[in-house]
């Protein structure tokens, strides 16, 4: 007798795990949601990026990176800073050539004033930069078909020697500038010049 009382309660046991087993959910039961269809023309739908609505018409760095997809703005950055060291000695050195081939002719011209102004005086100069300029993107354009704008924001900390007819002179500047550099995006030329320099907030 005792023994089908342990035969029954062992049956019982099973039974029960059988039951928590059998009678749980699994996986996606029929009554579920439907699964998203993964035929070939509904995953080309869904990845499909938004198209841009026509007559849209681009601003700012977008508009230059349309017309040139190739632009990347860390190495005009850093192209940028290289030309402005570069500037900056030549204009001191009264390096007309190199200037000649970094700047438009606008600038050129303020340039060459200053420079002949100076050499009148009988004055000569040297700059030496304490730290590398930073350099920050402000803005970008792009005006009519394919002329890039990109305006460059400059702090930079150099030093100046002077000579003179009244001796020699050593003066550490601290200058903040907005220069912007141009180029036409269709032409051969890689080369960006400076077409404009306006004082900024340091």
């Known amino acids: 007798m005792l023994e089908l009382i342990i035969f029954a309660g062992l049956a019982a ?6 039951y928590a087993v059998l009678g749980r959910r699994v996986g996606r039961q029929p009554e579920d949601a439907p699964a998203v269809p993964t035929t070939p023309a509904a995953a080309a739908a869904d990845t499909q990026a938004p198209a841009i609505a026509e007559g849209v018409a681009l601003t700012g760095l ?7 997809p190739g632009f990347d703005v860390s190495r005009f950055l850093g ?27 606008e600038v050129m011209a303020g340039f060459d004033t200053a420079i ?8 000569t100069e040297t700059v030496e930069f304490l730290h590398p300029p930073r350099a920050d993107l ?3 354009e792009v005006l009519g078909a ?9 702090l930079a900390e150099f ?4 000579k003179g007819p009244e001796g020699e002179g050593v003066e550490d500047r ?6 912007t550099f141009e180029r036409h995006l269709k032409s051969r030329d890689p080369n960006w010049i400076l077409a404009h320099v306006d004082a900024a907030e340091a």
């Open 146 to 154: 394919d002329l890039a704008r990109v305006t460059v924001r400059f």
């Open 159 to 162: 030093r100046s020697r002077t």
């Open 138 to 140: 402000e803005r970008a």
């Open 174 to 179: 601290r200058t903040a500038e907005l220069w």
């Open 13 to 18: 046991i099973v039974l029960y795990q059988l």
């Open 62 to 68: 977008a508009a230059v990176k349309a017309k040139d």
């Open 79 to 105: 192209g940028a800073k290289g030309a402005y060291e570069m500037i900056v000695k030549a204009f001191a050195a009264g390096d007309r050539t190199q200037l000649r081939n970094l700047l438009a002719p």
């Open 116 to 123: 002949a102004r100076r050499e009148a005086e009988a004055r």
